[in-house]
């Protein structure tokens, strides 16, 4: 089972991506291996598998999606400035056009929260997320990239996220880069692997 962080200040609702930079704060505040050290976490809650590059904690807040406040839990490791994480939000009903108001939400929040943009515009493509399933399915998900400069100390960040839904779930499996990892490729393979690794049921 995924380690507890310790209880976290009441707030407001927070957005997907605010979601996560608290868990980035959080993570900054205790010692953390640079070291990879990949394995395949299944949460029975969220329904997926996802393969994390350390132990990762979990948190669980109320998020505005689609004018509604919805549970969403998120799984998350850090590996110096990055953070690999996975959110799920669970829709209170199984509607194709409420998943679709979901997804589309929470692609918008991680492009508008992120921070003042760079020159590099966002972009955005389809692809397959696969199900961890036997035998696999392929499902319909979008992946996106950011960049951003943080308003905090001005260092660069990078999203790179891909979102999909199944049911009552609607995922999205996000590494945040920061400092001198956002400026470069030197993390793409890890990123990649992080990406490829995650399954939905």
Known sequence: MPRLLPP????????PLRMLLVLLVAFALSACSPRYDWRTTVSQEGGYAALYPAKPTRAARDVSIAGRKLPMTMEAARIDDTLFAVGVVTLPEDDAAL???ALESMQAGLAANLGTH???PPSARAVKVTTAAAPAIALDAVEVQVAGISPQDQSPRRL???LVASGRHVYQAVVLEAGDAARDQRQSEQVEQFLTGFHPY
């Not at 009441?10 to 957005?15: A, C, E, Q, V």
């Open 8 to 15: 976290l200040p009441l707030l407001p609702s927070l957005s």
């Open 99 to 101: 998943r679709q108001q």
């Open 118 to 120: 760079t020159s590099e």
């Open 160 to 162: 790179t996220a891909r």
